[in-house]
């Protein structure tokens, strides 16, 4: 069964370096999602992307973050200058373009951990 | 913003139990997904609803999606010790947009064999 993948599993950085998390998504899909989850919290909506470009993005989602999609099979999240309060876990999914918009599909996660 | 209220917070039943958890908003939402997340992975989708009233199963499982669109809730019969977890009501928003989901607070399920 097709997965969403991402890498790495888990990040380390310190305060104030760029860091650039990777994601696969599912091969056909034509939505793709970050999200957020600090750590015992609930899950946070990031960011939505189609078509190369941003669809809606929520109030974290500032100037210091940015996607791409590179390439025909990567979608990444940049954070430019980390801060200590970015360390969660982010996940990547992905939605095919017909039938349900909301049934999306996970990855496993980044582990973010800022020092 | 548009929130969800997720109860309970957790729960410790023993093994062969029925449980029920449950969302509710103040927002009407016009699709509710239930997710299964393990320690360390990433939310697995366990249900999608997309009508008011729908009852949907899936093995075990049992969801509905409230009638005034506000609320939903599962149910896991016969519980087992591989349902151990956190479950995740999110809502997905109405009016469009590109299918952000709004997320509960979670329900952690412990199981006692």
């Known amino acids: 069964e097709p997965e969403v993948t991402q890498t790495p599993s888990h990040q380390v950085t310190q305060m104030g370096q760029e860091v650039i998390l990777r994601c696969v998504p599912i091969?056909?899909?034509?939505?793709f999602y970050w999200y957020r989850q600090i750590l015992g919290q609930k899950v946070e909506f990031l960011v939505s992307?189609?078509?190369?470009?941003?669809?809606?993005k929520s109030e974290i989602f500032d100037d210091q973050f940015s996607v791409e999609r590179p390439d025909g099979s990567n979608f990444t999240l940049k954070i430019r200058s980390t801060k200590l309060e970015d360390s969660a876990m982010y996940f990547c999914?992905?939605?095919?373009?017909?039938?349900?918009?909301?049934?999306?599909?996970f990855g496993p996660g980044t582990r973010l951990t800022v020092t | 913003g548009q929130q969800l209220n997720q109860s309970p917070q957790s729960m410790f039943i023993q093994e062969g139990e029925d449980v029920s958890m449950n969302c509710t908003s103040s927002?009407?939402?016009?699709?509710w997904l239930w997710y299964k997340q393990d320690p360390g992975e990433g939310p697995v989708l366990l249900i999608a609803?997309?009508?008011?009233?729908e009852l949907t199963s899936n093995g075990r499982l049992t969801a509905q999606f409230g009638i005034t669109r506000k609320d939903s809730f599962l149910n896991i019969s016969a519980s087992i010790p591989s349902d151990v977890g956190i479950y995740f009501c999110?809502?997905?928003?109405?009016?469009?947009?590109?299918?952000?989901?709004?997320f509960g607070k979670g329900t952690k399920l412990s199981v006692k064999p």
């Open positions: 999914a992905s939605r095919v373009y017909s039938g349900s918009i909301y049934e999306q599909y």
């Open positions: 091969s056909n899909h034509l939505y």
């Open positions: 992307f189609y078509n190369n470009e941003i669809s809606e």
């Open positions: 927002s009407i939402f016009n699709t």
């Open positions: 609803l997309y009508k008011a009233g």
């Open positions: 999110a809502g997905g928003r109405y009016g469009g947009s590109q299918g952000n989901l709004i």
